[in-house]
């Protein structure tokens, strides 16, 4: 009775011995090239298999039915791929290098960089681009604490707020 006992404690702790391990996703940094629309040469038109296999560290995906449509978000980076939109946004907390110092810049100080913006509001300016169009938006200290990129122009970009 004894041994019939011993034999069910030891496969029972033995069981975790046989457990899956589970290799957690990794990404490599993101890199914003700013002048040319691309993170890591991912462009904002590329779908979300396309953005989950360069990058398959992400915390989450919409489909195309979801209110902005299908979009993949890397929460912990704080940047988003808005596929049905094709755009990206990039957020104050972003974790990654920007190819231009725009985070925080102040408002009117990129000119040298973006020349003038095509459209401008009090919370944003949208510039043209080769690519698309590239849209800053600004804090109360008219630093810019967001940045959204697409592969449409000004004209047809159509934003999830």
């Known amino acids: 009775m004894k041994n019939i006992l011993l034999l069910l404690l030891s496969i029972g702790a033995l069981l975790p011995a046989w457990a899956q391990l589970k290799v957690k996703a990794r990404c490599n940094d993101f890199v914003v090239d700013v002048l040319n629309g691309k993170v890591n040469d991912?462009?904002?038109?590329?779908?979300?298999?396309?953005?989950?296999?360069?990058?398959?560290?992400?915390?989450?995906?919409?489909?195309?039915?979801s209110k902005c449509g299908s979009a993949v978000y890397y929460k912990d980076r704080d940047i988003k791929f808005f596929t049905s939109r094709d755009y990206v946004e990039i957020g104050p907390a972003f974790k990654g290098k920007l190819s231009l110092p725009l985070m925080g810049a102040k408002r009117g100080s990129l000119f040298k960089f973006l020349g003038n913006p095509r459209l401008k509001d009090d919370r944003w300016d949208a510039f043209q681009t080769q690519y698309g169009c590239l849209i800053l938006y600004y804090n109360a200290a008219s630093r810019v604490n967001m940045i959204r990129f697409s592969t449409k122009t000004t004209d047809q970009i159509q934003l999830c707020e």
């Open 42 to 65: 991912v462009r904002p038109d590329f779908t979300n298999g396309q953005i989950k296999t360069k990058f398959p560290c992400f915390t989450g995906e919409e489909n195309e039915t």
